[in-house]
């Protein structure tokens, strides 16, 4: 680096100093008025000097003025120091427009150059000067301190006024004066100059509290040295005339290198004003009061030594020894209880901060620079265990975590650079009962402070902080009932182990777990033996991993397991089995053995797979294999995310398809056996697909029933079937009401506004009840909901029929036929299929047929095709039937057709499988 950078580094004050003009003009002022001192002093009584010094203090007078106005012009200053500046300016501006008058009478025209427009332009300086000096900030100040002031004001006034009349006014009397204007000047000057040092003893006692007084202090001091050589000017030129070279020209250039000085100051470094209400309430001590009664006695002095040996002389310097005897025995005093007071703030300040150590919930303790505890607080005992003295003298490496040891070291040297103080550290200290303790710790620098001379630490501990912390941490990434990792944490180590299996070459494996009929434990024990199946299972499922392998909860009954090193199937694989295994085992809930079972994924990363793939993934593997059957596994397979987008968007499809009147309704004949007459009709929906076409209800259906879709869709075919049934009862006889069968889902009966559905179909269509058969599938009555069983006597109490839809596949059982409110049996289609082949394989059909008659229970057989399967159910006295043998499902206008025939047509279509 280049020597003067670093300079101009090492002193950016003093290169803006140097780059702001006003300084330059207040360095070249004082320059040149130094040179004319030198000239002065070399020739006093040449023409040429009396012209020179004629001449010589105009560019003072306007250097004087134009710093003043520039500083009053400056935007950040306070506006009443600005306007202060401004009449200062037009101060000095005045006596600059006096010299250049004087100088024109005296040299041009040969007068006299005290004339009385000369002296009221030097008078502008008094006026316009007091003005200034009066509209600086003054701080405002309390009843006893302002009489304070006062006092102090008005004695350095009288002992200043007693030195002017003393030693200028006297003196004036004994010279001739020019008329009534010239003794006017003479005396009014000494007067103006007692009023503009009230301004400036006003000023500088009431100054209020400010950043950067250097100015004001500057300013203040010229302007006195000012008045002090225009009062003994004022002598000079009664004695020696007007242009005269003297003394008092060397106290001028004096008085303007100091002014300038403090007006470039104020624009440079202008004061800020910090308080003038509060802090500058109160007169603080100044020498100006005691330094006019020094100069009383010095005039009384003069005057005794003078008139010496006289009595009156005599007692004058008596009473000047014995009041300065007195004043020095009131310093005296006053240091005395300055330091009394001083030594009692101490101890207070101590006892003070005694208490404040003795009480603080802190540990404050002080260390010497070389990291030895010099003091602890008692406070210590209480957090700690340690008593104060077992502490001190030891260093703070003894006390800390020693893996914390180079941190408190780096903390501590932060902390030694005079009057530092450091932002908050944590380390831990050991607690005397051997355990660790979190603290947090601030340091500050009081090496100088006379008091502590060390550094103090702060000392807090936050040990139950950091493990709420810890705790908070921990329930943020682990799921609270099971204790295992929760979703969050569970991608993050997918994530890790993805990036060591790529560095490795290896690979890892994703499985998704999801349990089989939780929800029915749910709803049968309570949400309380809910929780404890989901913990049990996480207990058996950890004692099925590996120690590495990871464990999470997702929510619900969903977990995942995290497979690392699986570079062969046989570790997933493994895991698999044995988890399978385990839920083989039965569960114990409230006391009774409960059967869950899992349904999983399993899914291994490819090289450029992410952890969201791969739970995205085996979550589908996993719902595949749930598909399948209860206590399944698949292996993910491309083909299923290709499944799972097309079924994603078959969803969204079919949440539009009941806005965009996308479904449609087909009717499937029930008629009676013997005459063939149609009995009644069934509704089935089809979707019209836009793209895909007619789709089945084998496609949409278990889609709607997954979503709850089916219950929008549910109600709209209930809306619609009842419709259009009311328009076909014109076409049958008098007194041959069509039935009109529905299909509704378990998830429509759990609902709560399926009765009402039902009402507002019936109401609206203006349907007879009586011809509205509901049909539940068998399973959902064996559900034995309480639910299901007030919604079904709700359904019945409209007015409509129950049918029991597959009857005979399920676990059947007469008890739940006596309770629900059923009035038709539907024969499954595996049972018809035998009927015709012979007596035996015809027996459940036979038993069905039997068990309706005897509960007095109307039978309808279901997926009649063949010939001999219509003559078999004749001959076993069923009433009723239904399948391809007769119609497949068609639409209405088809219905209304086959209405006015009376008869379904009589078309088989042998080996048609059915189609609802």
């Not at 809306?719 to 076409?731: H, M, S, T």
């Not at 008098?734 to 559905?757: C, F, K, M, R, Y």
Request: proline share 4%; net charge negative.
């Amino acid at each position: 680096m280049h020597p003067n950078e670093g300079a101009t580094r090492a002193n950016p004050r003093l290169s803006a100093w140097v780059a702001d003009w006003g300084n330059a003009l207040s360095v070249l002022l004082g320059l040149y008025a130094l040179i004319y001192l030198g000239l002065m002093s070399v020739a006093r009584d040449s023409t040429w000097s009396h012209v020179l010094r004629a001449v010589a203090f105009i560019p003072m007078n306007a250097g004087a003025a134009v710093l003043a106005l520039r500083a009053s012009r400056r935007v950040e200053t306070d506006a009443r120091i600005r306007r202060a500046l401004l009449f200062i300016g037009l101060a000095f501006t005045s006596v600059l427009l006096g010299n250049v008058t004087a100088f024109h009478l005296k040299f041009m025209e040969n007068g006299n150059p005290l004339s009385a427009w000369t002296n009221t332009l030097y008078f502008g300086l008094y006026v316009l000067g007091l003005a200034g000096l009066l509209s600086f900030p003054l701080a405002r100040r309390v009843s006893n301190e302002y009489r304070k002031f006062l006092l102090d004001a008005a004695t350095v006034i009288v002992a200043g006024g007693l030195a002017i009349w003393y030693l200028v006014i006297i003196p004036t009397r004994t010279y001739e004066l020019d008329g009534f204007w010239g003794t006017f000047f003479a005396l009014a000057y000494p007067i103006a100059s007692m009023l503009l040092l009230l301004g400036v003893v006003t000023v500088f006692l009431r100054r209020p509290s400010q950043q950067f007084p250097g100015a004001s202090t500057v300013l203040l001091t010229g302007l006195v040295i000012y008045l002090l050589s225009d009062l003994a000017n004022d002598l000079t030129i009664l004695q020696d005339g007007w242009g005269k070279v003297s003394w008092t020209d060397a106290t001028y250039v004096v008085s303007y290198i100091v002014i300038t000085s403090g007006l470039a100051r104020y624009f440079w470094k202008p004061p800020i004003i910090t308080d003038e209400r509060e802090g500058s309430r109160s007169q603080p001590f100044t020498y100006l009061p005691y330094m006019g009664v020094v100069l009383s006695y010095a005039l009384l002095g003069v005057v005794a030594v003078r008139r010496w040996p006289e009595p009156m002389s005599v007692l004058a310097i008596g009473g000047i020894l014995i009041t300065a005897l007195v004043v020095a025995r009131q310093i005296a005093a006053v240091r005395e209880n300055v330091r009394l007071l001083s030594e009692q703030s101490k101890r207070e300040n101590e006892a003070r901060f005694e208490a404040l150590v003795q009480h603080s919930s802190d540990v404050i303790t002080i260390v010497d620079p070389d990291t030895v505890v010099r003091y602890v607080s008692p406070t210590i005992a209480q957090i700690f265990g340690y008593l104060p003295g077992e502490i001190e003298g030891k260093r703070l490496a003894e006390l800390v975590h020693p893996d914390d040891v180079p941190r408190t070291l780096s903390f501590f040297m932060s902390v030694l650079p005079r009057g530092a103080t450091t932002t908050l550290a944590e380390w831990r200290i050991r607690h005397r009962d051997g355990g660790w303790r979190d603290v947090e710790v601030i340091g500050t620098n009081l090496l100088d402070e006379p008091t502590v001379r060390g550094i103090v630490l702060n000392t807090r501990d936050i040990s139950e902080r950091k493990a709420l912390q810890a705790e908070l941490t921990h329930q943020a990434f682990h799921d609270t009932l099971t204790g295992l990792a929760n979703r969050a944490l569970f991608l993050d180590r997918v994530t890790h182990a993805l990036a060591l299996a790529r560095r490795r070459s290896q690979t890892v494996a994703v499985i998704f777990l999801d349990l089989d009929n939780f929800k029915s434990v749910n709803d049968s024990l309570g949400h309380a033996q809910g929780d404890m199946l989901l913990i049990h299972t996480a207990e058996r499922m950890q004692h099925a991993v590996r120690t590495a392998d990871t464990i999470a909860r997702f929510g619900g009954d969903e977990f995942a397991i995290l497979i690392e090193e699986a570079s062969d199937n046989d570790a997933a694989m493994t895991v698999v089995e044995r988890v399978l295994e385990s839920m083989r085992h039965p569960f114990h809930l409230e006391g009774k053995e409960v059967f869950v079972s899992a349904s999983i994924g399993i899914v291994s990363a490819d090289p450029d797979s992410t952890a969201s793939d791969l739970l995205r993934n085996a979550d589908i593997a996993m719902y595949i294999a749930k598909q399948s059957g209860k206590g399944q596994f698949r292996r993910y397979e491309e083909r299923m995310h290709t499944e799972a987008l097309e079924r994603l968007e078959l969803e969204a499809d079919l949440r539009h398809a009941i806005d965009r009147d996308e479904f449609t309704l087909r009717y499937q004949p029930i008629v009676l056996l013997h005459t063939g007459e149609i009995a009644g009709v069934e509704a089935l929906v089809r979707w019209n697909h836009p793209t895909r076409g007619m789709m089945s209800p084998l496609t949409f259906i278990p889609l709607a029933e997954e979503t709850g879709l089916i219950v929008p869709l549910g109600r709209w075919v209930v809306r619609e079937a009842c419709r259009q049934a009311v328009g076909w009862e014109k076409l049958r006889p008098a007194g041959q009401p069509l039935t009109l069968t529905i299909n509704i889902s378990g998830h429509q009966l759990q609902g709560e506004h399926v009765v009402e559905d039902v009402r507002r179909a019936l109401s609206d269509s203006g349907l007879d009840p009586r011809q509205l058969v509901l049909e539940i599938t068998e399973s959902v009555l064996m559900q034995q909901s309480e639910t299901i069983l007030e919604r079904l006597h709700a359904l019945k109490s409209l007015g409509v029929r129950l049918a029991i839809d597959d009857f005979g596949t399920g676990y059947s059982s007469l008890g739940y036929l006596q309770r629900f409110p059923i009035d038709i049996l539907k024969i499954d289609k595996s049972f018809v299929d035998d009927v015709g082949r012979g007596d035996t394989e015809s027996a459940l059909a036979r038993a069905v047929i039997a068990l309706g008659e005897t509960l007095q229970l109307q039978t309808i057989a279901e997926g009649i095709e063949l010939k001999q399967q219509l003559s078999g159910l004749q001959d076993l006295g069923c009433e009723l039937g239904q399948g391809f043998f007769f119609d497949k499902p068609i639409e209405p206008a088809d219905i209304e057709t086959a209405l006015r025939n009376a008869y379904a047509p009589l078309v088989g279509r042998p080996g048609a499988t059915m189609d609802r």
